[in-house]
């Protein structure tokens, strides 16, 4: 059986995600007994349409062809940025279609209302990919600790923050070193300011309070605090202390249900499996009442790891 499906946008991500599905076809109908079939790119570019990555009548420049198309069961957004990717997300889901995305900025903002237009529509809205890239976070909380009462979440969940405290710690280089050294090697944005202020971090991290607890928390009221003002000697006090220093994002249930959050530099324990994510990898502690401590760790963002994650949801809604 055949699941047609549309990507929107054919970036770094949007190329990873077709080159999973594509490369791998073969592998994927014979786990699933399902194909993936590419029917629609939505992408502008001229350059990257004649790129010669995908056939160049795949693409389209007109989004009603995409949403207008009953044979399009599943929409993939991967223009990145607030608009017109919501919009896009919204008319799909009315009009019936599943929507997956791996941008973490927009569900966070729009939790609640991407969840209800699902909902009301009876699709569904997948967004594996926000969070730690290609680490199962969201399949973990909601299949494999679902008999869990999940009670604490911390996790390091943006690379290219890590990646500048490794080099610091490691290395010796300064803040401002460590960062022309990421941005050079790919690991950072030319304006880094989502990263390193812990923006990109508190976006992850309300959609992990949702998922975790149950309780949504825009990521404009955590408490967040950035590695910008980070200095060598903070790394070397931490050393000193027993610790390693990382940008954590953490969400604890208290007793009485309420919900502790933060995003902030934080002296993580030697024997801690957190303290041993290093470079721009990241990692998941999860602390559960009944399969106590789980940690997840992995390529955090990245054409392939984040492909290999909006592919996985993709599969899971054709099956």
Same mark, same amino acid.
Not at 49 to 73: C, H, M, R, W
Not at 151 to 170: D, P
Not at 210 to 229: H, M, N, Q, W
């Given at each position: 059986?055949? *699941?047609?499906?549309?990507?929107?946008? %054919?970036?770094? #991500?949007?190329?990873?995600?077709?080159?999973?599905?594509? =490369?791998?076809?073969?592998?994927?109908?014979?786990?699933?007994?399902?194909?993936?079939?590419?029917?629609?790119?939505?992408?502008?570019?001229?350059?990257?349409?004649?790129?010669?990555?995908?056939?160049?009548?795949? %693409?389209?420049?007109?989004?009603?062809?995409?949403?207008?198309?009953?044979?399009?069961? $599943?929409?993939?957004? $991967?223009?990145?940025?607030?608009?017109?990717?919501?919009? %896009?997300?919204?008319?799909?889901?009315?009009?019936?279609?599943?929507?997956?995305?791996?941008?973490?900025? #927009?569900?966070?903002?729009?939790?609640?209302?991407?969840?209800?237009?699902?909902?009301?529509?009876?699709? /569904?809205?997948?967004?594996?990919?926000?969070?730690?890239?290609?680490?199962? #976070?969201?399949?973990?909380?909601?299949?494999? @600790? #679902?008999?869990?009462?999940? *009670?604490?979440?911390?996790?390091?969940?943006?690379?290219?923050?890590?990646?500048? @405290?490794?080099?610091?710690?490691?290395?010796?280089?300064?803040?401002?070193?460590?960062?022309?050294?990421? /941005?050079?090697?790919?690991?950072?944005? =030319?304006?880094?300011?989502?990263?390193?202020?812990?923006?990109?971090?508190?976006?992850? +991290?309300? $959609?992990?309070?949702?998922? &975790?607890?149950?309780?949504?928390?825009?990521?404009?009221?955590?408490?967040?605090?950035?590695?910008?003002?980070?200095?060598?000697?903070? @790394?070397? +006090?931490?050393?000193?202390?027993? &610790?390693?220093?990382?940008?954590?994002?953490?969400?604890?249930?208290?007793?009485?249900?309420?919900?502790?959050?933060?995003?902030?530099?934080?002296?993580?324990? =030697?024997?801690?499996? @957190?303290?041993?994510?290093?470079?721009? %990898?990241?990692?998941?502690?999860?602390?559960?009442?009944?399969?106590?401590?789980?940690? +997840?760790?992995?390529?955090?963002?990245?054409?392939?790891? *984040?492909?290999?994650?909006?592919?996985?949801?993709?599969?899971?809604?054709?099956?």
């Amino acid at each position: 059986m055949t *699941t047609k499906i549309a990507l929107l946008g %054919f970036g770094t #991500v949007g190329k990873g995600t077709y080159r999973a599905l594509t =490369q791998n076809a073969a592998e994927i109908e014979r786990k699933t007994g399902k194909r993936i079939e590419v029917k629609k790119i939505l992408e502008k570019n001229p350059a990257v349409i004649g790129s010669g990555l995908a056939p160049k009548e795949l %693409f389209t420049q007109d989004f009603d062809s995409i949403v207008n198309d009953p044979e399009i069961s $599943i929409v993939a957004e $991967i223009i990145g940025g607030s608009e017109p990717a919501t919009t %896009f997300m919204l008319r799909a889901l009315r009009a019936g279609k599943h929507v997956v995305t791996p941008n973490k900025a #927009v569900i966070a903002a729009n939790y609640d209302m991407f969840r209800q237009a699902a909902a009301e529509n009876g699709v /569904q809205i997948r967004y594996e990919a926000s969070v730690g890239g290609a680490i199962p #976070v969201i399949e973990t909380i909601r299949k494999s @600790l #679902v008999a869990n009462r999940i *009670t604490k979440v911390q996790g390091i969940v943006n690379g290219t923050t890590n990646y500048i @405290l490794t080099k610091m710690e490691e290395e010796g280089m300064s803040y401002g070193d460590a960062l022309k050294q990421a /941005q050079e090697s790919g690991f950072a944005e =030319q304006d880094p300011t989502a990263d390193v202020e812990g923006i990109d971090s508190a976006n992850k +991290l309300s $959609i992990l309070i949702a998922e &975790c607890f149950g309780v949504y928390i825009k990521p404009t009221e955590l408490d967040r605090t950035g590695i910008s003002k980070l200095t060598r000697d903070d @790394l070397r +006090l931490a050393t000193q202390n027993g &610790c390693k220093l990382k940008l954590i994002a953490s969400a604890e249930r208290k007793e009485d249900g309420s919900i502790e959050a933060f995003v902030r530099p934080t002296e993580v324990p =030697q024997d801690s499996p @957190l303290a041993a994510v290093r470079n721009e %990898f990241n990692g998941i502690l999860f602390s559960c009442n009944m399969a106590d401590k789980i940690f +997840l760790s992995g390529r955090g963002a990245g054409m392939d790891p *984040t492909g290999s994650a909006m592919a996985a949801d993709i599969i899971s809604l054709a099956k």
